[in-house]
C-alpha cells in the first residue's frame, strides 16, 4: 500500500521541509533593492579626505555579508576627483569600514 499522497510524507517530514524553507525567510536582505543617490541606505564619509558614499545597494544579508571578505555595495561615490558629480559602482565593503564612518 503507498502513501496518503501527500508528497511531503508525514507530519514530521512536513514540519521539516517547512523549517527549512522558511529558514532564509527569517534573515531576508533588507537592502537589496536599488535605490536613488537622494535616497540612500546608508551614508559613509571620511571627512578629511573629502569622500562621501551613499550605499544604494547590499548584494547578501548582513550575516552572509560579516563572513565574505569579498562582501561589495552598489554605491555613489563623491570626492575631489569627481568634481561635484556622483561616481556610481561597486566597491568592497572593508574599503568602505576602513577609510570611513557611517554618517546616516
Not at 2 to 25: L, S
Not at 37 to 60: C, D, I, R, S
Request: with cysteine; net charge positive.
Amino acid at each position: 500500500m503507498r502513501g496518503t499522497g501527500n508528497r511531503y510524507g508525514g507530519k514530521r517530514e512536513r514540519d521539516e521541509f517547512e523549517a527549512k524553507t522558511n529558514q532564509g525567510a527569517a534573515m531576508k536582505n533588507e537592502c537589496g533593492k536599488t535605490r536613488d543617490v537622494n535616497n540612500p541606505y546608508e551614508v559613509w564619509a571620511n571627512e578629511a579626505a573629502g569622500f562621501t558614499w551613499h550605499v544604494l545597494k547590499k548584494y547578501q544579508r548582513p550575516d552572509k555579508e560579516a563572513g565574505n571578505p569579498n562582501a561589495r555595495w552598489f554605491v555613489a561615490a563623491k570626492s575631489p576627483f569627481t568634481y561635484g558629480s556622483w561616481e556610481y559602482g561597486d566597491t568592497f565593503v572593508s574599503e568602505i569600514h576602513d577609510n570611513a564612518v557611517r554618517v546616516s
